[in-house]
C-alpha cells in the first residue's frame, strides 16, 4: 500500500533539511520522490565522483528532484538551471535555500523498508530493500 504526500517550502527554507524533517516527522522508512518544481536562490551540489560540494548564489529552476527516502537514510539528486538556461545536476546537500517555493509530492509503500549498508559492492553504504 503506498501513501501520497504534497508539501510545499517556502522562501528562506533549505531544502534537503526540510525534506529529511518530513520524513522523519511522518516515520517514513521507504519513500521516493515523485515530482518536484520550485526555485533556489543558494545551491549546494556535489558533483559526480567529486568529494566536495559546489556552491553557488542566484536564481535558479528546480528542474528536477529524485531519490529514495528513509528514516534510516536518504539518497537524494537535484536538477537546477540559470537564468541562461545552463543546467547543472547532482547529490543534493544541506545549504540549498528555496527562493519562491519549492512544491513536492512523494510517496511512501508500507510494505518495504529502505536501509543503507556497505555491502561490499562499493566502498559506500547503499541502498538495501527489504520486505516488512
Known sequence: MTKTYALRLKPGQDLKKA???????????AGWILTCVGSVTDYHIRFANQPNGSKASGHFEIISLSGTLSVNGCHLHISISDSAGQTIGGHL?????IYTTAEIVLQQSNEIVFTREEDGTTAWP??????K
Not at 525534506?19 to 522508512?29: M, P, Y
Not at 547503499?126 to 520486505?131: A, C, G, M, S
Open 93 to 97: 546537500l544541506n545549504g540549498t535555500i
Open 126 to 131: 547503499e541502498l538495501q530493500i527489504k520486505n
Open 19 to 29: 525534506i529529511l524533517a518530513f520524513v522523519e516527522t511522518n516515520s517514513i522508512e
